[in-house]
């Protein structure tokens, strides 16, 4: 944990306080003042810098939280896209499937120059994708690198299913370690979404395991503690990202 974790910066997130940045500088585009705040809208790097991998993956439970109450942050897209034209300071790189119901910016309630994004059909990764990852943790300075899958994924369940059409029968093919790998006891049909979502849980744990042995550079950042490699999945019913 780092050495703010206990003094308040997981209440007052950093995200929190870009709002509020974001706010003021609303305030002072209205010809109310404060014109030196107008380009703090966005993260900066001394506040990305604060953070913790821990912090910011507190700070993406209660954007979540904040979505699942419908009490999102009013995001100034037009101040944000102001802040970060000319350098960006993302906290988190994020691995998300293409299923047009899981957008992780919306998900945790997070503006533009905040996150990194990748989403490809059931959140699989492969050389570009680790190159990506690569880029915005040793590059760029991302904490975080995030797999969120998502229940009743149907990559997941076309998988179980033996699907087969174009290059998505490739694509597919990837999920498939994943099957006899997930413990479950009943119906292991892609009909039951017991065991599909039970599939797609596996395949973040495996995915996660496979950004670890197929990337050293992560590797090292998350054993050198400058980064951590999470899980998630996402619950199209109810809106809630579970992480773990
Ligand atoms: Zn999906």
Known sequence: MCEHSSNGLHRRSLFKRA???????ATSLAGIGVPSLAYAAAMTREQRDKMSPDDIIESFKEGNRRFRDGKMMQHDYRAQKRATATGQFPAAVILSCIDSRTPAEILLDV???????????????????LGSMEFACAVVGAKVVLVMGHTACGAIRGAIDGAELGN??????????????????????????????????????????QIRSNSPVLKKLEDDGEIKIAGSMYHLVGGEVEFY
């Open 111 to 129: 503006g533009i120059g905040e996150t990194f994004n990748a989403r490809i059909a059931r959140n699989i990764q492969n050389d570009d994708i």
């Open 168 to 209: 998505l029968t490739g694509l597919l093919d990837k999920i498939k370690p994943a099957i006899p790998r997930t413990k479950y006891d009943g119906d292991r049909s892609g009909s039951n979404y017991d065991f599909v979502d039970a599939v797609a849980r596996t395949n973040v744990e495996m995915t996660m395991e």
């Open 19 to 25: 709002a509020a940045a974001s706010a003021l500088a």
